[in-house]
């Protein structure tokens, strides 16, 4: 059972309140598996230390996620991975991928691009993704769950350059 | 609504005829940390030595804990400590000297807790010395020490980061995030510059202009209050293009770029939408919402002698989208 959450990065001046900075990194460490149901995070003023933020920004971040599915209070014991993460930060992650979607499709029309062309620039970056992890994308039901890791971690961080 | 730690209503303080302090009204609310943020001379100083009694206020009044610090009693003023910039007294007594001076001060001293701080802020040594022989960084750093062993209800911190390396200015955000976790911990008003590790630390945050209270309120709220907005535009847009809430707004051929105060996510969708225009929305960290609302407000103050207009441009913005 890890104990130790891998590292978050902040950047408190980007914009991003740091409680959603956090929740975003947990949900990615959730959605690819690098955090499983039942794992332990650290204690609020274990995280806040290690971090240098105000115990409340962990308190945030750590009810909303709660009340998200991805993690769950343990009475007495701490705060772990729930196990409904995994489905639920994978829904998540898809639907933001569906609004990368959107956005390069409102991108496309502005540019006059045509959609065959779209269609083939899609296509020619999905054959440079490794076989192994595009079979995974392909067997993956519409509600997640099985999901490349490798295609997910990508969505985050084209998410976060936005 | 909760109670409010510190609350000051329509403080006014000049010296001669140059108004420090011109009608500030400050709500602190009991166990948050309020960041204190202004250009040099708003008046965050004044400010906090009236909540502290150091000075008496012309008009209004200022109440820390309920209390008016100008004549409250020593004991309830042991409840209060403050980090202030100009600490000269007692330059001939040693750090430990010092702490055994506040110990009689303050009666929830804690003579451990001192003892941990100072070895954290690598102050060991520098304890034996008189204070008038340390070094600014290790004065400030040495009163930081006596503010929180002192174990207040409500600190209050006047830059405190000031003169410190950034070695040292991490020890000092370690050491208050450890009594920030600590239970109960205190009401913080702190005043810096240093706006990341404001964002780090502060839940409030008040940003003072020309001796009054320009914005405040909870950090994420003031800091989502303000944005950076790109519209394009599919023909060149009209010369009188305008934008509700727009501190300042500028037009190049098809791209319009303005900062926004004060207007939704859904409200600058359905404009873009209505003037057939596509739009980006960046967020602001605090730094640039603290730049966007005093170069606005200066503006205001003088949009003659400067010839500047909302559209026109802004020599001081920062950098453009990033």
């Given at each position: 059972m890890a104990r130790k959450l891998p590292p978050l990065l902040l950047?408190?001046?980007?914009?991003?309140p740091i409680y959603r900075q956090i929740m975003d990194q947990v949900r990615a460490y959730t959605a690819t598996g690098v955090l499983k149901p039942g794992d332990q995070l650290p204690s609020i003023r274990d995280l806040a230390k290690t971090l240098r933020v105000n115990p409340t920004t962990i308190v945030h971040a750590y009810s909303e996620l709660e009340h998200g599915g991805i993690l769950e209070r343990q009475q007495g014991r701490g705060v772990f991975v729930a196990a409904t993460a995994e489905q639920v930060s994978v829904a998540e992650a898809r639907a933001d991928l569906r609004r990368m979607a959107e956005r390069l499709a409102m991108d496309a029309v502005q540019l006059g691009v045509p959609l065959a062309t779209v269609q083939r620039w899609m296509a020619e970056a999905l054959s440079t993704v490794p076989d192994r992890e595009r079979r995974q994308g392909e067997n993956a039901?519409?509600?997640?769950?099985?999901?490349?890791s490798r295609a997910l971690e990508e969505v985050e961080h084209a998410g976060d350059g936005n | 609504m909760p109670a409010m730690a510190i609350e000051a209503r329509g403080l006014c303080k000049a010296f001669g005829d140059e108004a420090?302090?011109?009608?500030l009204d400050l709500a602190v609310p009991e166990g948050s940390v309020y960041g204190l943020i202004g250009r040099n001379g708003a008046g965050k100083t004044t400010a906090i030595k009236l909540l502290l009694g150091l000075l008496h206020a012309d008009e209004g009044n200022a109440l820390v804990l309920g209390l008016d610090m100008w004549s409250a009693t020593p004991l309830e003023r042991s409840r209060v400590a403050a980090v202030l910039?100009?600490?000269?007294?007692?330059?001939?007594?040693?750090g430990n000297e010092l702490c055994v001076h506040s110990a009689a001060f303050y009666p929830r001293w804690d003579d451990r807790y001192a003892f941990r701080l100072v070895d954290g802020f690598e102050l060991t040594t520098a304890m034996?010395?008189?204070?008038?022989?340390?070094s600014g960084g290790q004065r400030r750093r040495l009163a930081v020490v006596l503010a929180l062993a002192a174990r207040p209800d409500v600190l209050i911190l006047d830059e405190?980061?000031?003169?410190?390396d950034p070695i040292a200015r991490r020890g000092l955000l370690d050491a208050l995030v450890d009594v920030l976790a600590a239970e109960p911990s205190p009401t913080v008003l702190y005043s810096t510059h240093l706006i990341s590790d404001l964002e780090r630390l502060a839940d409030h945050v008040g940003i003072m202009h020309a001796g009054s209270m320009l914005a405040a309120g909870p950090l994420d709220a003031l800091s989502a209050s303000v944005r950076r907005v790109q519209l394009v535009f599919d023909h060149v847009p009209q010369p009188d293009l305008s934008l509700p809430g727009a501190l300042i707004m500028e037009v190049t051929g098809l791209v319009a770029t303005a900062v926004v105060l004060g207007v939704s996510d859904a409200g600058l969708k359905a404009l873009a939408d209505r003037m057939g225009a596509r739009l980006d929305v960046f967020p602001l960290g605090l730094e640039d919402v603290f730049v966007e609302l005093v170069a606005s407000a200066e503006r205001r103050a003088a949009p003659k002698a400067q010839g500047r207009l909302v559209g026109a441009r802004d020599e001081r913005r920062p950098e453009g989208f990033r």
């Open positions: 950047d408190p001046s980007g914009g991003v039901n519409d509600h997640g769950g099985h999901n490349s | 420090a302090l011109d009608g910039q100009d600490w000269q007294a007692y330059d001939w007594m040693s034996e010395r008189p204070v008038g022989r340390l405190p980061a000031a003169n410190l």
